[in-house]
């Protein structure tokens, strides 16, 4: 998924790269694919909105359709005079972009952690919900395409990884070509019983560099047996 990021710092503060280095890791582990990066040397107490460079910002992800902004914490999006008007901020600002932190904010107040906790939750399944929803208008635009449009399996993405090419691109055909190479390279670890299947994919990815770039390039792919075994049930 596309993200920015919004790195701020005041006047007395030099942690720029210390931010970038959290939110760069935060973002790898997220699945984020930061596309640009927007630096701003401002106070904190100065409202967001009335930042020329999150300004900017705003407008490049309305511009490329882009819902995701990725911050250090709550304390680089706004020192208010009171947290619960940063939380009022980020959740008018929630129909335009999803703002999420690589860091838990440090609130004293039980009243305005628990609110903090309500409003977390409630961006999570905001998010969940635009994903389904981009989820399911790139399904009916596939579909449409005449292309593969059900949830990738394992083969999905190996042929992927095989043909370089983008799951949603994949042909039938070319699932039915993947399918015979990715047969004889799990046979050869399926069918020896000095390894264990249930182990499958973490031994693929040891010893068979296609597996190796295919968990690299996509993290949440299936690792499970039953996975596999559906595959070589009726090889």
């Known amino acids: 998924m596309d993200a920015v990021t919004y790195i701020r710092v005041s006047t007395d503060e030099q942690n720029l790269q210390g931010q970038l280095q959290v939110i760069e890791q935060y973002a790898k582990e997220r699945g984020y ?48 005079k009171s947290p619960l008007e940063a939380l009022n901020l980020l959740k008018d600002l929630s129909k335009d972009v999803f703002i999420d932190f690589a860091r838990e904010p440090q609130i004293d107040d039980p009243f305005l952690k628990e609110l903090w906790d309500f409003i977390k939750s409630w961006f999570a399944s905001y998010e969940r919900a635009q994903i389904s929803m981009r989820t399911k ?20 993405y190996f042929a992927s990884i095989l043909f370089n090419k983008d799951v949603s691109e994949l042909t039938k055909e070319d699932l039915e070509r993947a399918k015979t190479q990715f047969v004889a390279i799990v046979s050869k670890y399926w069918y020896d019983k000095r390894f ?22 996509y993290p949440h792919a299936p690792t499970s047996y039953q996975v596999f075994w559906k595959i070589m049930k009726v090889k």
């Open 137 to 156: 208008y790139g399904i009916m635009r596939v579909k449409n395409e005449g292309r593969l449009y059900h949830r990738p399996s394992i083969l999905h």
């Open 33 to 80: 694919n930061i596309v640009k990066v927007f630096e701003e040397n401002i106070s904190g107490s100065v409202s967001p909105l009335e930042r020329p460079i999150f300004r900017e910002m705003l407008n490049f992800c309305k511009k490329n359709n882009i819902r995701t902004v990725v911050m250090y914490d709550l304390t680089r999006f706004y020192r208010a």
């Open 196 to 217: 264990k299947k249930h182990q499958i994919a973490s031994i693929l990815r040891d010893y068979e560099t296609i597996f190796k770039k295919l968990y690299e390039k």
